[in-house]
């Protein structure tokens, strides 16, 4: 990596014991030291841990991060990344039921939809409503909200409001 120009949270929301190590490792290996991360009972999910680190690193640290956790399968976590004077916020978030989702955030933290992006599910969607909700919810990542929003709750000593999906 070639320089802090970006920064960020990983939230590790569960990861079996057995990868706790793996997990720290890879993160420490991307930053280039440790991390000292910090593991708590997931009490969602019997066995596993959930952890939380803020990161400062370059702008391809989200990405080769979440590339190299989502192969592990078993872990339920989000990276933020935040948006900065020529860096674009990110948000990546992956379960093992629904897989990864990426989208590029601004600086209150929505996810953001490119006009190509609008203009290619109305294509191919805009005929039908309710498929055309469907999409711009997945497009959103609102199922993975839904879904990760328990084991964020269960981490109550750091709540994460302004990552709650619209609505809630």
């Not at 066995?47 to 080769?64: L, N, T």
């Not at 039921?97 to 209150?108: A, H, N, P, T």
């Amino acid at each position: 990596m070639n320089g802090i120009s970006a920064q960020g949270m990983v939230f590790i929301h569960s990861a079996p014991r057995a990868l706790l190590p793996h997990v720290e490792w890879a993160i420490g290996r991307l930053l280039g030291g440790p991390t000292g991360m910090k593991w708590t009972p997931q009490p969602l999910n019997p066995g596993s841990f959930r952890a939380e680190h803020q990161w400062q690193s370059d702008a391809s640290f989200g990405a080769v991060l979440a590339s190299e956790l989502m192969g592990w399968g078993a872990l339920r976590f989000e990276i933020i990344q935040d948006q900065a004077p020529g860096t674009d916020g990110w948000r990546w978030a992956f379960t093992p039921r629904l897989g990864l989702f990426q989208g590029q955030m601004d600086s209150m933290g929505s996810v953001l939809l490119s006009e190509h992006r609008v203009r290619a599910m109305l294509e191919n969607k805009g005929s039908n409503l309710l498929e055309l909700q469907q999409e711009i919810r997945n497009s959103l990542g609102e199922p993975w909200d839904e879904e990760l929003e328990s084991f964020r709750e269960a981490g109550a000593a750091a709540p994460v409001i302004w990552l709650r999906s619209v609505g809630n």
